[in-house]
């Protein structure tokens, strides 16, 4: 089992940056990929990146594209979500999770992640 503890939600202005960071532990040899998901109130869970942990190869949403980026860095077993631009529709829970070894990872698909964060409120105002 992997542990994901997310941090840098915040309250911010429209046009703003955030950095979120999501830190690994427990069984994190056995990472593949990771993502960071967001979820607003009445809305579905819906993927904004993923990087895969060995080749660093990345995915985006289209509504974040050019404003959003992802980074690893391995050695501290950390996953880094930079937010520029932030709009107020940026606004919502942001969770990181993990794929784990032996499990077929699709970026974009909630149930190809194993492991959870426990979230962390982004809130952008207009």
């Known amino acids: 089992q992997v542990q994901l503890v997310e941090s840098g939600g915040g309250l911010v202005q429209a046009g703003g940056s955030l950095r979120l960071s999501c830190a690994a532990s427990g069984r994190s040899f056995s990472i593949v990929g990771m993502g960071w998901f967001r979820q607003a109130p009445g809305k579905e869970r819906e993927v904004v990146a993923a990087?895969?942990?060995?080749?660093?190869?990345?995915f985006y949403a289209d509504s974040v594209k050019g404003r959003f980026t992802i980074a690893r860095d391995n050695a501290k077993n950390t996953v880094y979500l930079q937010m520029n631009s932030l709009k107020p529709e940026d606004t919502a829970v942001y969770y990181c999770?993990?794929?784990?070894?032996?499990?077929?990872?699709?970026?974009?698909?909630?149930?190809?992640?194993?492991?959870w964060g426990q979230g962390t409120q982004v809130t952008v105002s207009s």
């Open positions: 990087i895969g942990w060995s080749a660093g190869n990345t």
């Open positions: 999770a993990a794929v784990s070894l032996g499990r077929r990872w699709y970026p974009r698909n909630v149930g190809s992640y194993d492991s």
